[in-house]
């Protein structure tokens, strides 16, 4: 046994765990706020479509789900907790800091039109810095909290105990304040030549939280009680899983006799009680197959349910909420939840004499997360008939806007209509004829894919159509595209974001956020202003009358969103609410059934349940072929139903085990067979001296004959 040195003391705690706590907050900060913006710059910045956005983001939390067994196994064999953390930290901060370096747009925006030119160089910095990020965090993952038990002594439980419900409690505090603030660094606007979104700064917040968590903790070293690597029991475990596999493939012959357990095959080399403890390991092993598909779900909240936040109405009055920060509703649900269902809910099933056994609620908590994604795929279908229908691949849409002061009569194509101030879009798959007032047609082709506007202007006593090209995506990221058409006959200057705009000609389109915006019209016969409320998401063209005075006439190309995110509330609240039944008690299951010296393995094997599940959305995101989103909603929730009843099918057979009792009677074996075993081990050891005695004796004999020939050839 590691005897502890004895710590200065705060309170009844060891000054080093304050260390420890702020290390961690800082930690978690650190990497939640990278992670609550990470698919958005996947999606805005690097360019990516929402699959491919998807499947880097899981595959990034799946690697940073696959480390810790490596951090686990390093800091055991060979480093210590104390150097693994502070050797990973340097890791994690360079990460972090390569990640924010590869946001920067301005590094390789060469002609200064704030898009970055070499678009590989970013990926390539993003990807190191990810890799180094995933290493960094799953390495120290196992271990931080572990070093923060070791500061205790024996006599201190209580405060132990205390200081693991306020550890827990600064990784949500960590969580809950970065998934609110880098969303907003993320909203404001920087650079050196143009000013963009500033995902540097959403990464630089973090990555400086990071250096401020390292300096903290190494700040502490002189306080720490550090004890040394004592060797993983994982790697015992394995090599005792392998051994009796091994053993067992060797004696599968019919001649030999089976035994009760396949694991009983490695008696040749362990200890009874090891192998009793690996039993007991397997077994629960066992009931983890089906919960990656759990993870699957969950993890999406930062990936699909954040996408589908950016096409929603983020107005929450005095609040504009951003779609990244909408998953802080689930640590908040989380800090709500956790005591309620602990003091109120399972103590009110319990009065109710049901057996609400651990089993039970994960496979409930797994309900609650189909529930949840059926929830998903009921917004995702309202919003998709907020959604403007695009033309596809082989067709074309166009709409006319009359800027006259009378109606006009329009024949395009088979549709003849009276044409007042403009119409909603028309599709044509082939060149169409364009006449005005019965006189002679034009013929007009659509570029196939795209959107048009024809707008009708009178020259002397015709009329003419103008043709312009119009936005044939919904603005990203909230934004509102305004564009100017000129119907004065001259000149006119629309403030400083859209220039000069010439006679019966239109402006580009320029990006405008939420919120009230005035537009200030300039032209030779005076100025006027224009005042709009912008909601998110919506495509205006502005008509500029035959006089400035009058109103300006709005044409709508895109509606804005209208769909509420408050509508995603409920689905959080679902999945969150399977969170705290199905990962709180799968815990609280796997410790209650795990031998005392292996609760690391069954952590390790809980969160490699939690990188496969990424695994599996990143196989479905580009494996299927689903083109609705709410189809693909509804696919997750039907697996993972199916999972469940597996997985309730599977508990259905468990019996629950009190391995200290198992470990007891190993402990307290009979003392005669303790005294068989010695008499066999001495009779072994008495049978190897007398069968060496009697190969030294033949070793002997066989030198004395050499002997004598070596004599009589002399």
């Not at 107005?315 to 800090?335: A, S, Y």
């Not at 364009?434 to 034009?442: A, M």
Request: aromatic share 12%; proline share 4%; hydrophobic share 45%.
């Amino acid at each position: 046994k590691v005897s502890k040195k004895k710590s200065a003391t705060v309170c009844g705690f060891p000054i080093s765990i304050f260390f420890i706590v702020v290390n961690e907050f800082c930690e978690r900060f650190s990497y939640y706020g990278m992670r609550a913006v990470l698919v958005l710059y996947f999606k805005y910045f690097l360019q990516w479509d929402d699959d491919l956005s998807t499947t880097i983001y899981h595959t990034f939390v799946a690697l940073c789900y696959l480390t810790p067994i490596l951090g686990a196994i390093v800091a055991d064999s060979w480093l210590g907790k104390f150097k693994t953390i502070v050797y990973l930290s340097i890791v994690y901060t360079l990460g972090q800091v390569v990640l924010a370096v590869s946001a920067i747009h301005d590094i390789s925006d060469a002609n200064r039109d704030g898009t970055p030119d070499n678009m590989t160089l970013h990926v390539a910095l993003s990807m190191l810095g990810l890799l180094l990020i995933a290493l960094g965090t799953g390495g120290i993952k196992p271990c931080v909290a572990a070093f923060g038990g070791d500061q205790f002594q024996d006599h201190q439980e209580k405060q132990r105990s205390t200081f693991f419900s306020i550890f827990y409690l600064s990784i949500n505090a960590g969580s809950l304040l970065s998934t609110v603030i880098t969303p907003i660094l993320r909203a404001q606007e920087c650079g050196i030549y143009t000013q963009q979104q500033c995902y540097s700064l959403a990464f630089g917040v973090p990555a400086a939280l990071m250096v401020v968590s390292l300096i903290v903790f190494i700040i502490g070293s002189g306080m720490y009680i550090k004890t040394p690597p004592q060797g993983n029991i994982m790697v015992k475990v394995f090599r005792c899983i392998a051994f009796a596999i091994k053993n067992r493939f060797r004696h599968r012959a019919s001649e030999f006799p089976k035994r009760t357990h396949w694991m009983d095959w490695s008696e040749e080399k362990y200890d009874k009680l090891l192998i009793a403890q690996v039993k007991m390991v397997l077994r629960v092993l066992f009931l983890y197959i089906p919960l990656p598909m759990f993870w699957a779900l969950f993890d999406q909240q930062g990936s699909r349910w954040t996408l589908q936040a950016t096409i929603m109405n983020g107005d929450f009055g005095i609040l504009k909420i951003q779609p990244d920060q909408m998953q802080t509703v689930n640590p908040i649900l989380i800090l709500a939840l956790v005591p309620i269902m602990d003091s109120l809910l399972y103590p009110l099933i319990a009065k109710c004499k049901i057996n609400f056994t651990p089993l039970k609620r994960m496979t409930v908590g797994m309900l609650f997360a189909a529930l949840a994604f059926i929830a998903a795929a009921l917004v995702q279908i309202q919003i998709d008939q907020t959604m403007p229908k695009f033309p596809s691949s082989s067709e074309g849409q166009v709409k006319f806007i009359n800027i006259n002061n009378r109606s006009l009569e329009v024949k395009a194509g088979t549709s003849e209509f009276t044409l007042g101030a403009f119409t909603d879009y028309l599709t044509f798959d082939k060149a169409f004829n364009v006449s005005l007032e019965s006189g002679v047609g034009s013929v007009t082709t659509l570029e196939n894919g795209s959107r048009s506007t024809m707008v009708i202007v009178q020259e002397g006593v015709l009329f003419r159509p103008f043709q312009f090209m119009d936005i044939k995506a919904k603005p990203e990221q909230g934004a509102n595209a305004i564009r100017f058409f000129n119907g004065l006959g001259s000149n006119v200057t629309v403030g400083v974001n859209f220039g000069v705009i010439a006679a019966n000609n239109m402006s580009g389109y320029v990006m405008f956020p939420q919120g009230a915006t005035q537009f200030r019209v300039e032209s030779a016969a005076g100025e006027c202003v224009y005042s709009q409320d912008l909601g998110f998401g919506s495509s205006f063209t502005l008509i500029i009358p035959h006089n400035c005075g009058q109103s300006i006439q709005t044409v709508v190309d895109i509606k804005p969103n209208t769909i509420h995110m408050a509508w995603q509330i409920p689905q959080y609240f679902l999945m969150t609410l399977g969170e705290v039944v199905f990962s709180v008690t799968g815990l609280e299951f796997a410790y209650s059934q795990a031998p005392s010296n292996m609760k690391s393995v069954l952590q390790a094997g809980w969160l490699l349940t939690v990188a496969v599940g990424n695994i599996i959305v990143l196989i479905i995101a580009e494996a299927a072929t689903l083109d609705d989103q709410w189809a693909e909603y509804i696919l997750f929730a039907s697996l993972l139903v199916v999972v469940c009843f597996i997985f309730a099918f599977m508990a259905h057979f468990y019996t629950y085990i009190d391995p200290a009792k198992i470990e007891a009677q190993f402990a307290e074996r009979d003392p005669e067979e303790k005294e068989k075993e010695k008499r066999k081990s001495v009779e072994m050891t008495r049978k190897g001296s007398a069968e060496q005695r009697k190969e030294d004796r033949r070793s002997s004999d066989s030198s004395s004959d050499k002997e004598k020939t070596r004599q009589t050839r002399i």
